[in-house]
């Protein structure tokens, strides 16, 4: 690990947050359900320009935790070059789900989830914290967004 490396800025950090949220193409999301049994799974996903968009099934342990308790945390990368994101859970059937956001889906994905199987939903996750680092030398600053909004530094 170099320390000496010079971190990027938070404006740098933000600017390849976004652009790793436009052009990856899974995250990884963490949830629990309500007696702290975690789950880790790889959903492909949609950034929106405010929200990540992913969909799996009602029934399995993602979708209930998902719905049950309205959090998540989703990460992209590696450990030396991690984002955090930290989300409030909206949920959506595929009934309910804003058809913007759910041809925007398929568009991306060439996958339609409406018409795949009755027990899949969607969910919008709302960022309230992201941090961005490469490695310890970049922990200081690490918060590109606290309670919704992007900092300043």
Not at 1 to 30: F, G, H, Y
């Amino acid at each position: 690990m170099n320390m000496a490396k010079k971190p990027r800025s938070t404006e740098q950090r933000r600017r390849d947050v976004l652009q790793r949220l436009r052009t990856e193409e899974d995250i990884w999301v963490a949830s629990a359900d309500a007696d702290g049994l975690p789950c880790l799974v790889p959903l492909w996903f949609l950034w929106d320009g405010t929200a990540m968009w992913m969909s799996t099934r009602l029934t399995n342990p993602t979708g209930r935790n998902l719905r049950e308790t309205g959090r998540a945390r989703l990460a992209l990368g590696d450990t030396r070059d991690v984002v955090l994101i930290d989300g409030r859970v909206e949920t959506f059937t595929a009934e309910e789900v804003p058809p913007a956001a759910a041809d925007a889906f398929v568009r991306r994905w060439s996958w339609d989830p409406r018409k795949d199987h009755a027990s899949y939903a969607y969910f919008k996750v709302l960022p309230q914290v992201i941090q961005a680092s490469h490695g310890e030398h970049e922990f200081k600053g690490r918060h590109v967004m606290r309670d919704g909004e992007w900092t300043d530094g």
